[in-house]
Protein backbone atom coordinates (compact mmCIF):
# COMPACT_ATOMS: atom_id res chain seq x y z
CA UNK A 1 0.00 0.00 0.00
CA UNK A 2 0.70 3.49 -0.50
CA UNK A 3 2.80 5.20 2.74
CA UNK A 4 0.08 7.22 3.13
CA UNK A 5 -2.82 4.33 3.33
CA UNK A 6 -0.16 2.58 5.80
CA UNK A 7 -0.02 5.89 8.06
CA UNK A 8 -3.56 6.24 7.90
CA UNK A 9 -4.44 3.04 9.20
CA UNK A 10 -1.79 3.35 11.74
CA UNK A 11 -2.78 6.11 12.99
CA UNK A 12 -6.89 7.19 12.43
CA UNK A 13 -8.12 3.10 12.43
CA UNK A 14 -11.32 3.72 13.97
CA UNK A 15 -10.48 1.01 16.43
CA UNK A 16 -6.93 0.13 16.25
CA UNK A 17 -5.32 3.73 15.46
CA UNK A 18 -3.03 5.54 17.84
CA UNK A 19 -5.30 8.54 17.68
CA UNK A 20 -8.50 6.51 18.02
CA UNK A 21 -7.43 4.60 21.55
CA UNK A 22 -7.03 7.02 23.96
CA UNK A 23 -8.15 10.34 24.27
CA UNK A 24 -5.07 12.27 24.19
CA UNK A 25 -1.72 11.18 23.44
CA UNK A 26 0.90 14.49 24.20
CA UNK A 27 2.12 14.96 27.56
CA UNK A 28 4.26 13.85 30.63
CA UNK A 29 2.25 10.31 30.39
CA UNK A 30 2.46 10.20 26.63
CA UNK A 31 4.94 9.75 23.59
CA UNK A 32 5.20 13.52 22.88
CA UNK A 33 4.87 17.04 23.85
CA UNK A 34 3.27 20.21 22.29
CA UNK A 35 2.88 23.91 23.12
CA UNK A 36 -0.15 23.06 24.86
CA UNK A 37 1.44 20.44 27.18
CA UNK A 38 3.82 23.24 28.65
CA UNK A 39 0.71 24.75 30.34
CA UNK A 40 -1.97 27.83 29.74
CA UNK A 41 0.50 30.51 28.60
CA UNK A 42 0.52 29.43 24.91
CA UNK A 43 -3.38 29.82 25.35
CA UNK A 44 -3.21 32.93 26.68
CA UNK A 45 -0.95 34.32 24.09
CA UNK A 46 -2.66 33.00 21.13
CA UNK A 47 -6.06 34.77 22.62
CA UNK A 48 -4.17 38.17 22.49
CA UNK A 49 -3.70 37.51 18.71
CA UNK A 50 -7.46 36.27 18.85
CA UNK A 51 -8.84 39.25 20.88
CA UNK A 52 -7.06 41.61 18.31
CA UNK A 53 -8.65 39.92 15.25
CA UNK A 54 -12.35 40.31 16.41
CA UNK A 55 -11.38 43.76 16.66
CA UNK A 56 -9.97 44.00 13.48
CA UNK A 57 -12.96 42.37 12.00
CA UNK A 58 -14.64 45.25 13.50
CA UNK A 59 -15.92 43.51 16.94
CA UNK A 60 -19.12 41.23 15.62
CA UNK A 61 -21.18 39.96 18.20
CA UNK A 62 -21.01 36.82 16.92
CA UNK A 63 -17.28 35.16 16.01
CA UNK A 64 -16.32 31.86 15.07
CA UNK A 65 -13.26 30.44 17.13
CA UNK A 66 -12.74 27.26 15.20
CA UNK A 67 -10.00 24.79 16.34
CA UNK A 68 -8.95 22.04 14.57
CA UNK A 69 -6.79 18.67 15.98
CA UNK A 70 -8.22 20.32 18.96
CA UNK A 71 -8.00 16.89 20.96
CA UNK A 72 -9.94 16.73 23.95
CA UNK A 73 -10.30 20.93 24.06
CA UNK A 74 -7.44 21.71 26.03
CA UNK A 75 -5.95 24.54 24.05
CA UNK A 76 -9.76 25.61 23.35
CA UNK A 77 -9.74 25.83 27.08
CA UNK A 78 -6.60 27.60 27.67
CA UNK A 79 -7.68 30.46 25.39
CA UNK A 80 -11.47 30.84 26.63
CA UNK A 81 -10.13 31.12 30.45
CA UNK A 82 -7.91 33.84 29.43
CA UNK A 83 -10.54 35.86 26.92
CA UNK A 84 -12.69 35.58 29.99
CA UNK A 85 -10.31 37.20 32.25
CA UNK A 86 -8.50 39.93 29.92
CA UNK A 87 -11.18 40.64 27.01
CA UNK A 88 -14.49 40.24 28.28
CA UNK A 89 -16.43 41.73 25.44
CA UNK A 90 -14.78 39.76 22.92
CA UNK A 91 -15.10 36.50 25.04
CA UNK A 92 -19.07 37.05 25.25
CA UNK A 93 -19.15 36.97 21.00
CA UNK A 94 -17.12 33.06 20.80
CA UNK A 95 -19.05 30.54 18.78
CA UNK A 96 -16.81 27.87 19.67
CA UNK A 97 -16.31 24.85 17.04
CA UNK A 98 -13.85 22.11 18.18
CA UNK A 99 -12.76 20.01 14.64
CA UNK A 100 -11.41 16.75 15.95
CA UNK A 101 -11.03 13.17 13.86
CA UNK A 102 -10.67 10.98 17.15
CA UNK A 103 -14.48 10.19 18.68
CA UNK A 104 -12.32 9.44 22.31
CA UNK A 105 -10.90 12.93 22.20
CA UNK A 106 -13.95 14.15 21.16
CA UNK A 107 -16.04 12.74 24.00
CA UNK A 108 -13.72 14.05 26.64
CA UNK A 109 -14.60 17.73 25.28
CA UNK A 110 -16.96 18.74 27.66
CA UNK A 111 -15.40 18.11 30.50
CA UNK A 112 -12.15 19.60 29.74
CA UNK A 113 -13.80 22.82 29.28
CA UNK A 114 -15.75 22.79 32.03
CA UNK A 115 -18.28 25.87 31.95
CA UNK A 116 -16.82 27.20 28.51
CA UNK A 117 -18.77 24.19 27.47
CA UNK A 118 -21.74 26.51 26.32
CA UNK A 119 -19.83 28.40 24.15
CA UNK A 120 -19.59 25.33 22.14
CA UNK A 121 -21.27 25.57 18.77
CA UNK A 122 -20.29 22.11 17.08
CA UNK A 123 -18.15 19.71 17.69
CA UNK A 124 -16.95 17.04 14.87
CA UNK A 125 -14.66 15.22 12.72
CA UNK A 126 -15.27 17.77 9.94
CA UNK A 127 -15.05 21.54 9.29
CA UNK A 128 -18.09 23.79 9.87
CA UNK A 129 -19.32 24.11 6.24
CA UNK A 130 -18.76 27.88 6.59
CA UNK A 131 -17.32 30.50 9.36
CA UNK A 132 -16.46 34.27 9.97
CA UNK A 133 -13.59 34.39 12.35
CA UNK A 134 -10.62 32.77 13.14
CA UNK A 135 -9.16 28.94 13.01
CA UNK A 136 -6.40 27.43 14.76
CA UNK A 137 -5.00 24.50 13.95
CA UNK A 138 -2.30 23.79 16.09
CA UNK A 139 0.22 20.44 14.96
CA UNK A 140 -2.32 19.30 12.45
CA UNK A 141 -0.72 19.21 9.18
CA UNK A 142 2.00 17.32 10.58
CA UNK A 143 -0.05 14.37 11.43
CA UNK A 144 -1.74 14.40 8.10
CA UNK A 145 -0.78 11.34 6.10
CA UNK A 146 2.27 12.14 3.52
CA UNK A 147 2.82 10.15 0.67
CA UNK A 148 6.34 9.35 0.14
CA UNK A 149 8.70 9.50 -3.81
CA UNK A 150 12.09 9.20 -4.74
CA UNK A 151 14.18 10.08 -7.56
CA UNK A 152 16.24 7.19 -9.15
CA UNK A 153 17.40 6.99 -12.31
CA UNK A 154 14.64 6.38 -14.54
CA UNK A 155 12.65 8.78 -12.62
CA UNK A 156 10.85 9.81 -9.92
CA UNK A 157 9.04 6.54 -8.15
CA UNK A 158 6.46 6.19 -5.17
CA UNK A 159 7.49 4.37 -2.37
CA UNK A 160 4.86 1.74 -0.48
CA UNK A 161 5.06 -0.17 2.52
CA UNK A 162 4.94 -4.27 1.72
CA UNK A 163 6.03 -7.20 3.96
CA UNK A 164 8.80 -9.14 4.28
CA UNK A 165 8.63 -12.03 6.59
CA UNK A 166 6.58 -10.21 9.22
CA UNK A 167 7.80 -6.92 9.28
CA UNK A 168 6.67 -4.18 7.16
CA UNK A 169 9.36 -2.29 4.98
CA UNK A 170 9.03 0.34 2.63
CA UNK A 171 10.12 -0.39 -0.92
CA UNK A 172 10.21 0.99 -4.41
CA UNK A 173 6.78 1.03 -5.72
CA UNK A 174 5.66 2.30 -9.39
CA UNK A 175 6.52 5.60 -11.14
CA UNK A 176 5.16 8.78 -9.52
CA UNK A 177 1.41 9.46 -11.05
CA UNK A 178 1.20 12.85 -12.52
CA UNK A 179 -0.18 14.55 -9.15
CA UNK A 180 2.75 14.07 -7.05
CA UNK A 181 5.08 15.39 -9.78
CA UNK A 182 3.22 17.89 -10.24
CA UNK A 183 2.88 19.15 -6.36
CA UNK A 184 7.05 19.16 -6.84
CA UNK A 185 6.53 21.36 -9.55
CA UNK A 186 4.33 23.85 -7.99
CA UNK A 187 6.71 24.28 -4.99
CA UNK A 188 9.82 24.12 -7.20
CA UNK A 189 11.42 21.49 -5.52
CA UNK A 190 13.87 19.36 -7.75
CA UNK A 191 15.02 15.95 -6.32
CA UNK A 192 18.62 14.60 -6.83
CA UNK A 193 19.13 10.73 -7.57
CA UNK A 194 18.86 8.91 -4.64
CA UNK A 195 16.92 11.83 -2.38
CA UNK A 196 13.52 10.55 -0.74
CA UNK A 197 10.63 13.05 -0.35
CA UNK A 198 7.85 13.36 1.28
CA UNK A 199 4.90 14.85 -0.56
CA UNK A 200 1.44 15.64 1.62
CA UNK A 201 -1.61 15.75 -0.77
CA UNK A 202 -4.11 15.67 2.49
CA UNK A 203 -2.54 18.20 3.97
CA UNK A 204 -2.60 20.64 0.50
CA UNK A 205 -5.92 19.79 0.33
CA UNK A 206 -7.08 20.31 3.99
CA UNK A 207 -5.83 23.86 3.52
CA UNK A 208 -7.67 24.34 0.46
CA UNK A 209 -10.60 23.01 2.33
CA UNK A 210 -10.54 25.33 5.24
CA UNK A 211 -9.80 28.49 2.98
CA UNK A 212 -13.04 27.90 0.78
CA UNK A 213 -15.33 27.85 4.12
CA UNK A 214 -13.40 30.88 5.38
CA UNK A 215 -16.01 33.77 4.32
CA UNK A 216 -14.11 36.59 6.50
CA UNK A 217 -11.45 36.68 8.93
CA UNK A 218 -8.24 34.67 9.75
CA UNK A 219 -6.68 31.05 9.39
CA UNK A 220 -3.53 30.31 12.24
CA UNK A 221 -1.77 27.07 11.43
CA UNK A 222 1.63 26.49 13.98
CA UNK A 223 3.44 23.42 13.06
CA UNK A 224 6.95 22.70 12.74
CA UNK A 225 7.71 22.19 8.67
CA UNK A 226 10.92 24.27 6.23
CA UNK A 227 9.67 26.27 2.97
CA UNK A 228 10.22 24.04 0.23
CA UNK A 229 13.80 24.75 -0.89
CA UNK A 230 14.87 23.75 2.39
CA UNK A 231 12.65 20.86 2.90
CA UNK A 232 13.40 19.24 -0.33
CA UNK A 233 17.35 19.86 -0.26
CA UNK A 234 20.73 17.50 0.75
CA UNK A 235 19.33 17.96 4.16
CA UNK A 236 16.38 16.38 4.07
CA UNK A 237 17.52 13.74 1.37
CA UNK A 238 15.75 10.93 3.33
CA UNK A 239 12.68 12.63 3.95
CA UNK A 240 11.12 13.51 7.77
CA UNK A 241 8.84 10.47 8.44
CA UNK A 242 9.48 9.82 12.42
CA UNK A 243 7.65 8.05 15.09
CA UNK A 244 7.60 9.02 18.31
CA UNK A 245 6.76 6.78 21.55
CA UNK A 246 7.19 7.69 25.41
CA UNK A 247 8.99 10.90 24.12
CA UNK A 248 11.62 8.95 22.07
CA UNK A 249 12.13 8.99 18.35
CA UNK A 250 13.24 5.19 16.52
CA UNK A 251 16.44 6.39 14.93
CA UNK A 252 16.42 3.13 12.63
CA UNK A 253 15.46 3.73 9.10
CA UNK A 254 11.94 2.73 8.72
CA UNK A 255 11.41 2.80 12.64
CA UNK A 256 7.80 4.36 12.01
CA UNK A 257 6.82 1.06 10.65
CA UNK A 258 6.92 -0.73 13.61
CA UNK A 259 3.88 -1.77 16.05
CA UNK A 260 1.81 0.64 13.96
CA UNK A 261 -1.10 1.86 16.32
CA UNK A 262 1.12 2.12 18.95
CA UNK A 263 3.42 5.35 18.32
CA UNK A 264 2.86 8.69 17.00
CA UNK A 265 3.74 9.15 13.32
CA UNK A 266 4.60 12.99 12.21
CA UNK A 267 6.48 14.60 8.99
CA UNK A 268 7.88 17.99 8.87
CA UNK A 269 5.27 20.57 7.02
CA UNK A 270 5.90 21.85 3.33
CA UNK A 271 5.33 25.82 4.07
CA UNK A 272 5.33 26.57 0.56
CA UNK A 273 2.83 23.96 -0.21
CA UNK A 274 0.65 25.10 2.63
CA UNK A 275 0.92 28.58 1.48
CA UNK A 276 0.48 27.94 -1.95
CA UNK A 277 -2.95 26.03 -1.28
CA UNK A 278 -4.22 29.01 1.19
CA UNK A 279 -3.24 31.76 -1.68
CA UNK A 280 -4.91 30.05 -4.92
CA UNK A 281 -8.18 29.81 -2.45
CA UNK A 282 -7.75 33.57 -2.76
CA UNK A 283 -6.28 34.57 0.89
CA UNK A 284 -3.68 36.70 1.67
CA UNK A 285 -1.19 35.46 3.74
CA UNK A 286 -0.43 38.07 6.78
CA UNK A 287 2.70 36.09 8.46
CA UNK A 288 5.20 33.17 7.92
CA UNK A 289 7.40 33.37 11.42
CA UNK A 290 9.31 31.51 14.03
CA UNK A 291 6.74 30.69 16.73
CA UNK A 292 9.35 32.52 19.17
CA UNK A 293 9.06 35.33 17.58
CA UNK A 294 4.90 35.27 17.33
CA UNK A 295 4.39 34.44 20.90
CA UNK A 296 7.37 37.44 21.46
CA UNK A 297 5.38 39.81 19.57
CA UNK A 298 2.42 38.59 21.71
CA UNK A 299 4.03 39.57 24.83
CA UNK A 300 5.42 36.62 25.76
CA UNK A 301 9.00 38.12 27.38
CA UNK A 302 6.62 40.82 28.94
CA UNK A 303 4.81 38.03 31.73
CA UNK A 304 8.82 36.68 32.18
CA UNK A 305 8.74 39.18 35.23
CA UNK A 306 4.84 38.62 36.30
CA UNK A 307 4.39 38.02 39.82
CA UNK A 308 1.63 36.17 41.81
CA UNK A 309 2.95 35.43 44.79
CA UNK A 310 3.16 31.99 44.42
CA UNK A 311 6.66 31.24 43.51
CA UNK A 312 6.07 27.60 42.23
CA UNK A 313 3.72 28.92 39.55
CA UNK A 314 6.01 31.48 38.86
CA UNK A 315 8.76 29.48 38.23
CA UNK A 316 6.57 27.38 36.47
CA UNK A 317 5.54 29.82 33.91
CA UNK A 318 9.64 31.08 33.54
CA UNK A 319 10.05 27.31 32.78
CA UNK A 320 7.04 27.09 30.09
CA UNK A 321 8.42 30.33 28.41
CA UNK A 322 11.62 28.82 28.14
CA UNK A 323 10.26 25.87 26.17
CA UNK A 324 8.42 27.71 24.16
CA UNK A 325 10.47 30.33 23.10
CA UNK A 326 14.09 29.92 23.51
CA UNK A 327 16.42 27.56 21.03
CA UNK A 328 16.46 23.97 21.17
CA UNK A 329 12.84 24.67 22.64
CA UNK A 330 9.24 24.17 20.35
CA UNK A 331 10.05 28.29 19.53
CA UNK A 332 12.54 27.67 16.78
CA UNK A 333 11.42 24.24 15.87
CA UNK A 334 7.86 25.22 14.94
CA UNK A 335 6.74 28.02 12.90
CA UNK A 336 3.64 30.06 12.45
CA UNK A 337 1.49 30.73 8.99
CA UNK A 338 -1.15 33.28 9.25
CA UNK A 339 -3.53 34.01 6.37
CA UNK A 340 -6.70 36.63 5.56
CA UNK A 341 -9.45 36.69 3.83
CA UNK A 342 -11.43 40.31 3.39
CA UNK A 343 -9.67 41.52 6.38
CA UNK A 344 -6.59 43.36 3.76
CA UNK A 345 -3.27 43.22 4.82
CA UNK A 346 -3.22 44.14 8.91
CA UNK A 347 -0.14 44.56 10.68
CA UNK A 348 -0.74 41.46 13.25
CA UNK A 349 0.23 42.43 16.88
CA UNK A 350 2.22 38.79 16.59
CA UNK A 351 4.31 40.19 13.90
CA UNK A 352 5.68 43.57 15.97
CA UNK A 353 9.25 41.31 16.32
CA UNK A 354 8.95 40.97 12.51
CA UNK A 355 8.51 37.95 10.29
CA UNK A 356 12.00 36.14 11.21
CA UNK A 357 12.10 32.63 9.86
CA UNK A 358 15.01 30.44 10.70
C1 LIG B 1 -0.23 16.00 17.16
S1 LIG B 1 -1.89 16.01 17.74
C2 LIG B 1 -2.10 17.71 18.20
C3 LIG B 1 -3.18 17.94 19.23
C4 LIG B 1 -3.33 19.36 19.78
N1 LIG B 1 -3.64 20.32 18.74
C5 LIG B 1 -2.07 19.80 20.52
O1 LIG B 1 -1.38 20.68 20.04
O2 LIG B 1 -1.78 19.25 21.59
C6 LIG B 1 -2.79 15.86 16.22
C7 LIG B 1 -4.30 15.77 16.41
O3 LIG B 1 -4.91 15.98 15.12
C8 LIG B 1 -6.04 15.12 15.02
N2 LIG B 1 -6.38 14.99 13.59
C9 LIG B 1 -5.75 14.29 12.64
N3 LIG B 1 -6.34 14.43 11.44
C10 LIG B 1 -7.36 15.29 11.63
C11 LIG B 1 -8.35 15.87 10.76
N4 LIG B 1 -8.37 15.59 9.46
N5 LIG B 1 -9.26 16.70 11.29
C12 LIG B 1 -9.22 17.00 12.62
N6 LIG B 1 -8.32 16.48 13.49
C13 LIG B 1 -7.40 15.65 13.00
C14 LIG B 1 -5.55 13.86 15.70
O4 LIG B 1 -6.60 12.99 16.04
C15 LIG B 1 -4.82 14.44 16.91
O5 LIG B 1 -5.70 14.66 17.98
Known amino acids: MRVAEFIDLALYHPELGYYATAPQRSGRGGDFFTSVD ?7 LLAVQLAEMWR ?29 ANHADFHAA ?24 TRLASSGPDLPASFAGALVANELLDALPPRAVVMREDGLHERVVTLSGDAFVEVDGPPAPPELTAYLDRVGARLERGWRAEVNLAAERWVAGAARRLTRGFLIFVDYGHEAPRLYSASHAAGT ?7 ASDPAPGGWLKAPGTQDITAHVDLTG ?8 GLE ?8 YFLLGLGAADRLGDRTGDEVADLKRRLALKTLLLPGGLGSTHKVLVFGRAVGRPRLKATSFGQRLT
Open 241 to 247: IASFSRH
Open 56 to 84: LLDRPAAFDLVEAAAGNGRLARDVLDATR
Open 274 to 281: VRLAAERE
Open 285 to 292: TLALLDQT
Open 38 to 44: VGPLFGQ
Open 94 to 117: VRLHLVEASARARAAQADTLGPHA
